[in-house]
């Protein structure tokens, strides 16, 4: 049985009040609409229909070939949207999903009950409803004695007494194909010349088709997002369904309201993350890690019994046993091989640390390679950029630069060399050897024993 989806972006969204569509407002860093389209994207193999009018084109390019789209040249209400869909797909499917670009968090099961559902009712369509205290201008379901949905009345135009009403319209319907291509031309336009696809349900009530009415319990899912108060909302539920995800996988999170864990985010068994900590993108964090207070990880690789404190980790690998911070920023490319310490301070960008190696305090290493257990005094600064080229820094195994040290690149330290503080070194120093002076010149050659 062919099932097919539509999805309805065009409106405007007046009461973001942006210049960017509505349904372009990333929730959890991703825009809204795109959220939608996977959620249906899972549910049939077809792609969906994505109706777009105000800001088309911007919202096409955001989507690219993720949908199907189609226009409503004139926004003349959620009706009319689904008619510009009736061409493209009349005698394409037998059932029609139709939803909202503006329900970021709604999940692909909750779209199989309610498929699961019309495909029981003997009537045209079964939609989505909610209870909640708060009716947030929603449409309220009206139903029949036998529990059959007979109206879905709009927040403008209610009554008094359907005002009370406390089950509202969620926005997700399931339509028999047919009967929906049939029926769509015999609505009627409402207030401000709009046709209503909610006004589905009175008319297939009055035909005697049964109109089912799925009560949702999950509010938080369900959020449609009509200003910047309902984003805030969204926002905050999504970070709790990530949240709850990790610290039932094993993960401590010490303030879960003050923990951002991006989706695409993984995080190992019994690793704690403390408050006001950011992780965001594609980032792996092995087990036994302590993460936070106070830093934004973004699209990174971090270790086992891994310490991140107060810091910043862009694009970045931190092998096991790796500690940086308070104040550490690793940029593009940076590399800390296992058991490397880096302090306060310091700033490393597409350059690897080797085992062991210690950087304690107020140092910037860039496009450099150092090696294993060198120690790097306060101070010291790979001078890689003279102007035109960034230039490369090599440091070998067991070296010891000197408090306040500049290497100016392109420059190699051997192994076990060491340099003096505060020397500049200008030129290539052989392992094992000692630099110092400005600029620095050799002194006589020791052995690391007698160092
Ligand atoms: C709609 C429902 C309401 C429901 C609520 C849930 C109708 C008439 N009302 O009201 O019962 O409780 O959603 O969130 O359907 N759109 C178009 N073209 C248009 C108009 C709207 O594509 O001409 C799109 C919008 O981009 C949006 C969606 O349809 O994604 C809903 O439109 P919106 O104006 O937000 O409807 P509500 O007033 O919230
Ligand atoms: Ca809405």
Redesign the pocket.
């Known amino acids: 049985m062919e099932l097919a989806t539509i999805i309805?972006?065009?409106?405007q969204?007046t009461r973001m009040k942006s210049d960017t569509a509505?349904?372009l407002h990333p929730v959890g860093g991703k825009a809204m609409v795109l959220r939608t389209i996977e959620a249906a994207a899972r549910l049939s193999p077809r792609p969906p229909i994505l109706?777009v009018?105000h800001e088309a084109d911007a919202v096409r390019t955001a989507v690219g070939e993720r949908a199907q789209f189609v226009t409503?040249a004139q926004?003349?209400?959620?009706g009319?949207?689904v008619m510009q869909a009736a061409d493209v797909l009349r005698g394409q499917a037998e059932m029609v999903v139709v939803f909202?670009?503006?329900?970021p968090l709604l999940r692909t099961e909750t779209l199989r009950r309610l498929v699961d559902s019309q495909r029981q009712n003997r009537g045209p369509v079964t939609l989505l409803t909610v209870t909640a205290p708060d009716p947030r201008?929603?449409?309220r379901i009206v139903r029949g004695a036998d529990g059959l949905v007979i109206n879905?009345v709009?927040e403008r135009e209610c009554t008094p007494e359907q005002l009370r009403i406390r089950e509202?319209?969620?926005?997700v319907y399931a339509f028999e194909a047919n009967w929906l291509w049939e029926n769509l031309s015999r609505l009627t336009p409402k207030s401000k010349g709009?046709y209503?696809?909610?006004d589905l349900a009175p008319l297939a009530a009055s035909q005697g088709l049964p109109v089912i009415g799925v009560e949702h319990d999950d509010l938080d899912e369900v959020i449609?997002i009509?200003t910047r108060v309902h984003l805030a909302e969204a926002e905050a539920a999504l970070r709790r369904r990530v949240n709850q995800y990790w610290m039932l996988e094993g993960v401590t999170l010490i303030d879960p309201a003050t923990t951002y864990i991006h989706e695409d985010a993984r995080i190992g068994q019994d690793t704690v993350i403390y408050p006001n900590t950011h992780i965001v993108g594609k980032t792996v964090i092995g087990p036994h890690s302590q993460i936070g207070p106070n830093s934004v990880i973004s699209d990174s690789q971090i270790g086992t019994k891994c310490v991140v404190n107060s810091s910043v980790v862009e694009e970045a690998v931190l092998e096991d046993r790796v500690r940086i911070g308070p104040f550490a920023r690793l940029r593009k490319g940076a590399y800390l091989a296992e058991d490397t310490y880096m302090g306060n301070f310091g700033e490393v960008k597409n350059s690897r640390l080797g085992p062991h190696t210690h950087m304690g305090h107020f140092s910037y290493v860039g496009d450099a390679e150092i090696g294993a257990d060198v120690n790097i005094g306060a101070g010291t600064i790979t001078c890689n950029f003279d102007g035109v080229n960034k230039n490369k820094t090599v440091v070998g195994d067991h070296a010891f630069i000197g408090s306040d040290t500049m290497l100016v690149a392109p420059v190699t330290v051997g192994n076990n060399a060491r340099t003096g503080a505060g020397s500049v070194v200008t030129h290539d120093v052989p392992d094992g050897a000692l630099a110092v002076g400005v600029p620095a010149r050799l002194r006589e050659a020791r052995s690391p024993d007698s160092a």
Request: without cysteine; negative net charge.
């Open positions: 309805l972006a065009a409106g969204g509505k349904v109706v009018g409503q926004q003349l209400g959620t009319h949207a909202y670009a503006d329900m201008g929603f449409g879905i709009e509202l319209n969620v926005g709009e209503y696809l909610t449609g009509n």
